[in-house]
């Protein structure tokens, strides 16, 4: 499950976080407290736009992980007006971990300010999203088709 959160310019960075952490999890749990206390890191990230080339990755305590993007520029008008709500708050429960993108000439310094938020990280935003995915071993067997059995009278 993914979405688009606008950003700069229509929102300021602190208020696209607020918006992010509406999305996630309701006013006065638990959730929004632990997405509230790493307001000034998440800010950085969306400020250096490295929530626009990655998503924020949130892998609940249950149910698929949410990919967050921020859209910035001339496209984030159009984004705000595209918002979508989640059907349900991911960081409502505990147990819920985040991935946030960070480029490697931050990447340290981001790790060193997250040491004192279990269950937040950060990673490099060129590697892509392996946040959550199952090992290769992890994969059950799908289906196979035997092409050359279809040819076959």
Same mark, same amino acid.
């Given at each position: 499950m993914s979405r688009a959160v606008a950003a700069i310019p229509v929102r300021t960075s602190v208020e696209t976080w607020e918006a992010i952490t509406g999305l996630l999890a309701p006013a006065d749990s638990a959730g929004r407290s632990r997405l509230e206390s790493v307001t000034n890191i998440a800010v950085v990230l969306i400020t250096a736009e490295y929530t626009q080339q990655a998503p924020?990755?949130?892998? *609940?305590?249950?149910g698929p992980r949410i990919r967050i993007r921020t859209v910035h520029g001339v496209d984030a008008e159009e984004?705000?007006?595209? /918002?979508? *709500?989640?059907t349900a708050r991911p960081c409502a429960d505990?147990?819920?971990t985040m991935s946030l993108p960070c480029?490697?000439?931050?990447? /340290?310094e981001i790790r060193d300010a997250l040491r004192a938020h279990p269950g937040i990280e950060v990673r490099d935003v060129t590697e892509g999203i392996t946040v959550g995915e199952p090992a290769p071993s992890d994969v059950t067997e799908g289906w196979s088709i035997?092409?050359?059995?279809?040819?076959?009278p």
């Open positions: 924020i990755v949130v892998m *609940p305590s249950n984004a705000r007006t595209e /918002e979508v *709500p989640l505990p147990g819920w480029g490697v000439d931050d990447i /340290e035997n092409y050359g059995e279809l040819e076959n």
